[in-house]
């Protein structure tokens, strides 16, 4: 559905393979495939609804192993960090699938007849029966199950709400530099000067990203000040000297100004929004191979 994996934001699209970090490399690999990542969340909702059930338990103890060990080699491998809780998980499906070990082994390794489990053995009885009868036990049995399972699925379902994105920043897009002004000087497009600007994007939550003339990057959050339109920028590795206010002048539709102090400079860039085609996310879903993969050697 999108919501852990959402199509990738301006800023990711710009960054080059190398200078990400595994964990975001992963994120785009799952976001660039609906297909692949809707496959993932079935196999795992799958398995969450199939352990609500005795007589499917095994069987969604066996997926929820086989998805969750997956993941977990992902989190390990990809440096993402939610490695505990995973382990945490895929722990709990294989000591649920321990539980059936030997019938499971006696039908997968030994060709041996696998006797069915007693599920009557296992049913829990309130003590309650002597005074409301097998009937209204059953009952009781059944609407707390019920509860229990409605509240852990509520409880599973909010963290997962935190992922639905927010409507665009105001100032989403891609934006290429058409001037830029630094302590009154306009200078020209010069590639051999690091701290000249190339470029900006603005992904939907407004984080600001700027790329210089040699590729590099800088990330900043921001908290916006429409009022006064202002940009209050904070990069991540809470470093002061590279904090900043600045002001912004959306000229039309596709331009923007900025003013302000980067670095001990006074600048004033003037933006052009571009509408860039990326064909990561315009190449659709092809079921036969049918072309050599460009590479360069």
Known sequence: MKIQFPNPEPDALLQMYGDSQPAKLLWMFMSHSYGYS???GTAELLAGLLLCFRR???LGALIGSATMLNVVFLNVFFN????????????MSGFLVALDARRLANFFVFNRPALPTPH???????SLGRWLGDRWQERAR???????????GTAALRPVLKYRKPPPHALFGIYEVES???????????IADPRRWRGAAVNTY??????FMDDSTIRYRTRTDESKKALSLSTWD?????????TYNQDDADHITFEGSFGGDALQVRLRKVDRRFRLLSENFRLFFDGPIESKR
């Open 80 to 91: 993402v960090g939610v490695k505990l809780w995973s382990s945490n998980l895929l722990l």
């Open 180 to 190: 830029f002004v630094r302590n009154g000087q306009s200078e020209p497009l010069v």
């Open 142 to 152: 059944v609407a707390l199950k019920a509860l229990v399972i409605v509240l852990a």
């Open 56 to 58: 499917t338990a095994t």
């Open 238 to 246: 809470e470093d002061a000297r590279k904090n900043a206010v600045v």
């Open 38 to 40: 809707a496959f993932v």
């Open 206 to 211: 407004g984080h600001l990203t700027i790329r």
């Open 120 to 126: 009557d053995a296992l049913s829990w009885r309130l």
